[in-house]
């Protein structure tokens, strides 16, 4: 049974930073892309960064770039999401994904984790 299990989420005030881990199991994702979305409340899944299985190439949306960083450890089957610089907008369930290709968009992401929650005080 494939799962993707995230952690690392809490509350923060504005200013500060937290690393989300993602631990996959039930086979490997190294030639996987491995994403993160996050869900605002009231609103739909967004993209938040994307890294390939070649050569860690990353893709990041506007709204988190020069402040988050993606990385993966393929020998433990896990991806990272370092966040810095945290604002109340960043305020979301983060969730890890895998995906077959290189992608950004939510329907192409085939395997999902529960979500961990972030909430980033004023």
């Known amino acids: 049974q494939v799962q993707l299990v995230e952690s690392g989420g809490g509350l923060v005030q504005a200013g500060g930073s937290l690393r989300l881990s993602c631990a996959a199991s039930?086979?490997?994702?190294?030639?996987?892309?491995m994403g993160w979305f996050r869900q605002p409340p009231g609103k739909e899944r967004e993209f938040v960064a994307v890294i390939s299985w070649v050569d860690n190439w990353s893709r990041y949306s506007d709204s988190v770039k020069g402040r988050f960083t993606i990385s993966r450890d393929n020998a433990k089957n896990a991806v990272y999401l370092q966040m810095n610089g945290l604002r109340p907008e960043d305020t979301a369930v983060y969730f890890c994904a895998a995906a077959d290709v290189f992608a950004v968009r939510v329907s192409e992401f085939e395997y999902w984790g529960q979500g961990t929650q972030v909430t980033v005080s004023s």
């Open positions: 039930g086979r490997s994702f190294k030639n996987s892309a």
